[in-house]
């Protein structure tokens, strides 16, 4: 299996049609009909449902697709890593939800890049689940992670601060002018909550006895999208506090209130290219100095 091979599975999957895909590839339709034929040989799966309009992908296909991507993911950044100059230069990728501690990291990258000015940052943005995920796959390098998290595999720098728990409400809601939010004025209402179970169990906690009035409809893993279900008036959102602004909600904060910490992480025992190895140092150094 060559990556140049999965390129060529990936194009048809997206185009859904060989010819294009082959047109795009710049290569002839047969030759690229042979190399998927042989795909499916060597996985002893069909890959492709076939008629005269499109093809598209089986489920061993899509099961396909999705490791293909980040094989080919993983080859790309691979080859980046090894195309580095005697100084430190190359991609570093870094994971972060959508949290407060990513104004701190964003200076640090800032300093780094001042002193390492050849090196450049890659910046994938998602809750800490999938950022954990894609560190064990080789597609980041290191995670902005909110906890709780578990972080036994990992190196970590702590950051500083916390951050803040409330709810995003339409600016004309009642619980405006209160200031604050408490479980007794949200139990039972819409409310629009983190998907990753570890937060949930946080949430559950602070909700206390009302947790069983838990009115649930929607759950995200960014933030942005709820906001506009807020808007459009499909419920409370229940969220960190971001240092931004969206015109029509008000971001209230929770009483009593509620704060979890952030790490940065990275993998134990692992070889990075020396971009990366010089980025996770500097955040050590600089973290341990502000702490």
């Known amino acids: 299996m060559e990556i140049r091979v999965l390129?060529?599975?990936?194009?048809?999957?997206?185009?859904?049609?060989i010819t294009k895909a082959a047109n795009l590839l710049h290569i002839t339709q047969p030759t690229l009909s042979r190399q998927l034929m042989q795909l499916e040989e060597e996985f002893g799966v069909k890959l492709f449902m076939r008629n005269s309009h499109k093809?598209?992908?089986?489920?061993?296909?899509l099961l396909l697709k999705r490791r293909a991507q980040e094989l080919v993911s993983l080859a790309e950044k691979t080859k980046k890593e090894m195309i580095h100059e005697k100084d430190i230069a190359g991609e570093i990728a870094i994971g972060s939800g959508e949290m407060m501690g990513m104004s701190v990291l964003a200076g640090i990258m800032d300093e780094f890049r001042q002193k390492y000015p050849k090196a450049h940052f890659d910046v994938y943005s998602g809750n800490a689940d999938g950022i954990k995920e894609r560190i064990e796959n080789g597609l980041l390098d290191a995670g902005l992670l909110l906890e709780p998290v578990d972080i036994s595999k990992y190196e970590f720098a702590r950051m500083p601060g916390k951050e803040q728990w409330g709810v995003v409400v339409k600016e004309d809601s009642s619980l405006v002018e209160k200031g604050f939010v408490t479980p007794d004025d949200i139990a039972g209402l819409p409310l629009i909550t983190a998907k990753r179970a570890m937060v949930q169990d946080e949430?559950?906690?602070?909700?206390?006895?009302?947790?069983?009035?838990?009115n649930i409809v929607s759950t995200y893993n960014l933030m942005y999208n709820s906001i506009m279900q807020v808007k459009r008036g499909m419920g409370i959102l229940l969220c960190l506090k971001l240092d931004v602004q969206s015109e029509?909600?008000?971001?209230?904060?929770?009483?009593?209130?509620?704060?979890?910490?952030?790490?940065?992480?990275?993998?134990?025992?692992?070889?990075?290219?020396p971009a990366v190895e010089a980025f996770t140092q500097f955040c050590s150094q600089y973290l341990k100095g502000i702490s």
Not at 10 to 15: C, G, N, Q, S, T
């Open 55 to 61: 093809v598209t992908l089986t489920e061993d296909g």
């Open 248 to 273: 029509g909600v008000k971001f209230i904060p929770l009483s009593p209130t509620l704060e979890l910490g952030s790490v940065l992480v990275w993998k134990k025992n692992q070889i990075f290219s």
């Open 203 to 214: 949430l559950h906690s602070w909700f206390g006895e009302t947790a069983d009035q838990l």
């Open 7 to 17: 390129n060529y599975f990936l194009m048809v999957a997206r185009e859904e049609n």
